[in-house]
T-cell receptor
Framework: KNEVEQSPQNLTAQEGEFITINCSYS?????LHWLQQHPGGGIVSLFM???GKKKHGRLIATINIQEKHSSLHITASHPRDSAVYIC????????????FGQGTRLTINP | EAQVTQNPRYLITVTGKKLTVTCSQN?????MSWYRQDPGLGLRQIYY???????DKGDVPEGYKVSRKEKRNFPLILESPSPNQTSLYFC????????????FGPGTRLTVT
């Protein structure tokens, strides 16, 4: 079993829909990252969370430390949100490496 | 502008011909890391460095070497590339590792024939 699991693997929605991507991890961590990878291939950091909730524009990220679970929400989705979203756990068992989920491919149709 | 740069961005080479992919950051970050990304396997860590002259293996280090002689640079060396090293490679940096915001380079697409 992977230490970091994402769901769903693929998600297709219509423009305007509310999107939720989930990330679960199996061990204690010090930070949970949400990354975005566009079709061109570059990776951008969206959020880094250690507790609670963060919001940036239409994107919201939450983390529940007790349940070892994080979610990324996109409100009023738009075709330009189409990308692969990756969660990554940092600080597992004190180590500073990152462990990545498999990614969620999101497609927003106009 | 804060950035991580990688060169080259694209490379096609032949089996056994030594190559180096450079990575440089201008943010004075202590932590630098190399990842490879393959379809169906996601991102996997190759090597990382916590500071100058401090490097350690990640999950898939076989066939790769790294060095960290200067804080800003972290080159990835393939001494004898093989076709199974065909992949998309990313360099990333942060202040102290996985508990800090990550900055990724643009990626290097390597094809080994």
């Amino acid at each position: 079993k992977n230490e970091v699991e994402q769901s769903p693997q693929n998600l297709t929605a219509q423009e305007g829909e509310f999107i939720t991507i989930n990330c679960s991890y199996s061990v204690g961590i010090s930070a949970l990252h949400w990354l975005q990878q566009h079709p061109g291939g570059g990776i951008v950091s969206l959020f880094m969370l250690s507790s609670g909730k963060k919001k940036h524009g239409r994107l919201i990220a939450t983390i529940n430390i007790q349940e070892k679970h994080s979610s990324l929400h996109i409100t009023a989705s738009h075709p330009r949100d189409s990308a692969v979203y990756i969660c990554a756990a940092g600080g597992i068992q004190g180590a500073q490496k990152l462990v990545f989920g498999q990614g969620t491919r999101l497609t927003i149709n106009p | 502008e804060a950035q991580v740069t990688q060169n080259p961005r694209y490379l096609i080479t032949v089996t056994g011909k030594k190559l180096t992919v450079t990575c440089s950051q201008n943010m004075n970050h202590e932590y630098m890391s190399w990842y490879r990304q393959d379809p169906g396997l996601g991102l996997r860590q190759i090597y990382y460095s916590m500071n100058v002259e401090v490097t350690d293996k990640g999950d898939v280090p076989e066939g790769y070497k790294v060095s960290r002689k200067e804080k800003r640079n972290f080159p990835l060396i393939l001494e004898s590339p093989s076709p199974n090293q065909t992949s998309l490679y990313f360099c990333a940096s942060s202040f102290w590792g996985g508990s800090y915001e990550q900055y990724f380079g643009p990626g290097t697409r390597l094809t080994v024939t």
